[in-house]
């Protein structure tokens, strides 16, 4: 029995939630995971975990099992990537994730330049609408939009993005440009959300309070590009994010409104796992990328700013 690879493998299926899953994320079959969890577990003569047709949880011993061996497997990661030169040099790779639209616009120019610098860098970018983590995903460093998630993680705030209600000159014409919240009931709206579901919609009252409103949206989308295409073609109103919306009302194709119960803004936050050692690829990314995306978000700010007063004609 190879003890160390049964170790890792352990680690694998607690943090994939199953052996399946654990397969598909190690490449390892069932069958083989399977046998070295009971190699394990005959091994220590304690029972690790809790086997049943629907998942697999950890038994008292198994989570005290886990959290000790996790650091000790962390500790070896990091001795190989100093034995390899990750903390004297920028080399290895870099698995980096953000939102979708977020990153193709401000996140993939930053990753081009760094790469044209550093030649020994390899850059694996993951645009996704869900959020990965920190601690069950291979990921060294995440651009992250909305409220702090409840893990170890370590946050640098970068700025911030509006969420604005925006819609197109023709659609205004047509429906009248709301002055509460309230108007856009009776008109068509564009509901974007992550993962295409039905929520209220975010504002904040003349007293800043939040405020919650329940529309009935003519369409619903997870995608914010296709939220803001609708919206210039007049489908309905929408609320997307600053960034999402910049080149549209830039180009004065979507008009900013209802800007008095606009919702707060939400954060825009670097964040990377706490407690592990900052190899030299990544400090120097962080270091390349923080004050390049904190000038885009203000330029956004600026031109969202500017164009809010413009009227429909």
Wanted: with cysteine; proline share 5%; glycine share 6%.
């Amino acid at each position: 029995m190879d003890h160390f690879d049964c170790m890792k493998v352990f680690v694998a299926v607690v943090e994939a939630g199953g052996f399946s899953a654990a397969s598909r994320k190690t490449g390892i079959p069932v069958a083989t995971i399977s046998r070295k969890m009971n190699e394990l577990e005959d091994a220590l003569g304690a029972q690790l975990l809790i086997r049943s047709t629907r998942k697999i949880q950890t038994t008292d011993s198994g989570e005290r099992y886990y959290e000790e061996i996790r650091n000790i497997l962390e500790d070896i990661k990091v001795a190989a990537r100093r034995a390899a030169g990750e903390y004297k040099c920028v080399s290895g790779q870099l698995t980096i994730t953000a939102p979708t639209l977020f990153g193709r616009l401000h996140i993939l120019p930053i990753v081009r330049d760094f790469l044209r610098l550093h030649a020994d860098i390899r850059i694996r970018l993951v645009l996704s609408n869900l959020t990965l983590s920190m601690r069950d995903d291979p990921v060294d460093l995440a651009f992250r939009i909305g409220p702090r998630r409840d893990e170890p993680e370590n946050y640098f705030e970068l700025g911030s993005t509006r969420q604005l209600i925006c819609a197109s000159s023709d659609f205004l014409k047509l429906h009248g440009c709301p002055q509460t919240p309230d108007d856009l009931l009776n008109v068509p709206f564009v509901h974007f959300s992550r993962n295409a579901m039905l929520r209220p919609v975010q504002f904040r009252s003349h007293d800043g309070r939040p405020l919650e409103l329940d529309l009935y949206p003519t369409l619903i989308t997870d995608s914010a590009q296709t939220a803001v295409d609708a919206a210039i073609d007049g489908v309905g109103a929408t609320q997307v994010y600053a960034y999402q919306a910049e080149a549209a009302v830039a180009a004065r194709q979507l008009k900013i409104v209802l800007t008095k119960f606009e919702a707060a803004p939400f954060a825009v936050t670097l964040v990377e796992k706490k407690g592990v050692r900052r190899p030299m690829k990544l400090a120097t990314f962080m270091e390349f990328s923080k004050p390049r995306l904190e000038q885009a978000l203000g330029l956004v700010s600026d031109i969202c700013a500017r164009s809010t007063g413009w009227t429909a004609s």
